[in-house]
C-alpha cells in the first residue's frame, strides 16, 4: 500500500485548474474529472 495519499480535482474551471496545478507541483499523480460539454 502506498503511503502518499490519493487527491481528486472535480471541475475545469479557473480554481479546479489552479488547485491540480499546485498538487501536480508536489505530487506525481492526481485524478482529474471534468464534465463533457460535447
Known sequence: MS?????AVIGGGSWATAIA???CVNLSEI???????Y
Open 3 to 7: 503511503d502518499h495519499p490519493k487527491f
Open 31 to 37: 485524478a482529474w474529472y471534468m464534465r463533457s460539454t
Open 21 to 23: 496545478k499546485m498538487l
